[in-house]
């Protein structure tokens, strides 16, 4: 048995009521709680116990040592009472996990679900924390890409394996993966024009953007952290300029540019984002996550049952690094901003040429440089 390990589904009263658990919830859990017991040869008699305990909502015992695994894994510490409402949340989304990833060893899903840093977080504080793109009606300033007629595209592309992508980052709790994408896509145009590849400062935009219509950690756009680097004549490197992951006054040093560009072009749809991706580099989009089942993503192709592509839909800025094929489904490449210990190394493959699905090449863009 995999490792199982994702949403919590409940409403946000249940953060604070700890015996708010439904049956379904609890039966659900009976019926890994049942693989465990036989995987390890336990007696019958703790699946009747399990079962008397759905009357009083507590804990799994047979999850305490895995909880306390968890904790050590990614530095978890709680009072007792946020103990309580964290280990809740966990558990439920240890059972969702579970049950996804039961679908996807019977293949009826491509993709697998995970435990990351954020599986103690409700779906709230997840979108407050971790997402952060706001979609603006009026921006201007920039061109639209004409794509390339008659060229013959590569079946597979993968720009960090040319140099053109620096190490995954974590935005931690702050809604800037704006910032992340934008400086994302400008390392790949600055080594393509230049050769070298420097990591550039996402705190320089989250402190200093907020003129063009950003907003912090409360949110922003790409195109907007294009048009501030324009205006500032450059963005410095994340060395002099070095994440905190909260806003603070603005920083700016002339002495620490590290890049510059001088406009953005947006990208319209998904042939013209593969065209854009295989001819430019790295490109800056914006999809819709997909309620729960981005967030606890570990490996397999993205391809959700349920997933919007409107403009109104999207909430997270990302990156798209390449794109393949596997088991049959065409995918792009994207690189995430929560760490490594999200997805496949901080990466995700999302389905590709399905009706724009998750809106990836809705709102895409890249600087020019």
Not at 65 to 91: C, L, M
Not at 152 to 168: C, F, H, N, Q, S
Not at 356 to 364: L, P, Q, V, Y
């Amino acid at each position: 048995m995999h490792s199982v390990f994702s949403p919590f589904d409940g409403d946000k009263s249940c953060f604070t009521s700890y015996r708010c658990r439904s049956y379904f919830t609890c039966y659900a859990k009976v019926y890994l709680v049942l693989q465990i017991i036989v995987a390890n040869n336990m007696k019958f008699i703790l699946l009747l116990g399990f079962l008397t305990s759905c009357n009083s909502m507590t804990f799994t015992p047979e999850l305490d040592e895995h909880w306390e695994n968890f904790k050590e894994v990614f530095g978890k510490t709680y009072d007792n009472q946020e103990e309580r409402a964290r280990r809740h949340i966990w558990e439920d989304r240890v059972i969702a996990i579970g049950l996804h990833n039961l679908k996807a060893d019977m293949g009826l899903v491509s993709y697998r679900k995970g435990l990351n840093k954020y599986s103690d977080l409700t779906p709230e504080e997840f979108s407050r924390q971790l997402k952060g793109y706001k979609r603006k009606m009026n921006v201007t300033g920039g061109s639209t890409w004409l794509p390339p007629e008659n060229i013959e595209l590569p079946k597979t592309v993968d720009w960090r394996t040319k140099g053109y992508v620096t190490k995954v980052k974590d935005q931690q709790d702050c809604g800037s993966c704006w910032a992340f994408s934008a400086t994302g896509s400008l390392e790949g145009q600055h080594f393509r024009k230049s050769g070298n590849l420097v990591s550039l400062s996402e705190q320089n935009l989250v402190d200093c953007s907020y003129a063009e219509g950003n907003d912090g950690c409360e949110g922003g756009l790409q195109e907007l952290a294009f048009q501030y680097i324009k205006k500032n004549h450059g963005i410095d490197t994340e060395e002099s300029y070095p994440y905190e992951g909260y806003g603070y006054e603005c920083q700016f040093k002339k002495s620490g540019i590290g890049a510059n560009c001088t406009g953005f072009v947006s990208v319209k749809g998904e042939k013209a984002l593969q065209k854009a991706v295989a001819t430019i580099g790295p490109i800056s989009v914006c999809i819709c996550t997909g309620g729960r089942d981005f967030d606890s993503y570990k490996s397999g192709i993205f391809d959700p049952d349920i997933c919007y592509k409107d403009p109104d839909d999207l909430d997270h800025a990302v990156l798209v690094v390449g794109y393949g094929t596997g088991d049959g489904k065409d995918y792009w490449i994207v690189k995430n901003s929560w760490g490594t210990s999200w997805g496949e190394q901080g990466y995700i493959k999302m389905v590709r040429n399905k009706e724009n699905k998750c809106g990836i090449a809705t709102e895409a863009s890249y600087p020019l440089v």
